[in-house]
């Protein structure tokens, strides 16, 4: 058997510990946990996320290379893709709350008037107010749902 060597490790791997729905992320330079995520998967309909967490490395594209991860899980344990979370300021960080986060990833949610906020702080490029913006359920929704201008939407606005 010829086993090819790897040139590089990548800067973070994924372990999840046996008969558990957490998933942690470690950093292949220094070893220490970057962040964690738990996943329930709601009759094979969404994987639901709660929480993610980053810890100290934040605005590194960390939680992206989670959400991609939970992605690519629920396509594989049969939930086509989509993704459920609540957006909450209460939850480890109440100064960044991680609503614009998701609606950047292009998380939705039925509170059309929280997203219209959410949006508009995106355009302002501002932090929403973590003393006025409540918890908020978001799904990521599959592909075969979106529309064509929603997909427009949720990339550009």
């Not at 995520?37 to 094979?44: G, I, L, Q, R, S």
């Not at 967490?53 to 939970?70: D, V």
């Amino acid at each position: 058997m010829n086993i090819k060597p790897i040139d590089k490790l990548p800067e973070a791997l994924i372990y999840n510990p046996p008969k558990t729905n957490s998933f942690r992320m470690f950093s292949t330079k220094t070893g220490e946990m970057i962040g964690f995520m738990n996943v329930f998967c709601f009759k094979k309909d969404e994987l639901f996320i709660n929480p993610l967490l980053i810890f100290n490395q934040r605005r590194q594209g960390y939680g992206t290379k989670f959400l991609n991860f939970a992605k690519n899980l629920s396509e594989k344990l049969g939930c086509g893709g989509r993704l459920g979370v609540k957006a909450s300021t209460l939850e480890f960080d109440p100064h960044n709350p991680p609503h614009i986060f998701y609606r950047k990833f292009g998380f939705t949610s039925n509170d059309k008037k929280m997203i219209k906020e959410i949006d508009k702080h995106i355009r302002k490029g501002k932090q929403l107010d973590y003393r006025t913006t409540s918890p908020l359920m978001m799904y990521y929704p599959d592909n075969d749902r979106q529309t064509f201008w929603q997909k427009i939407k949720n990339r550009f606005f």
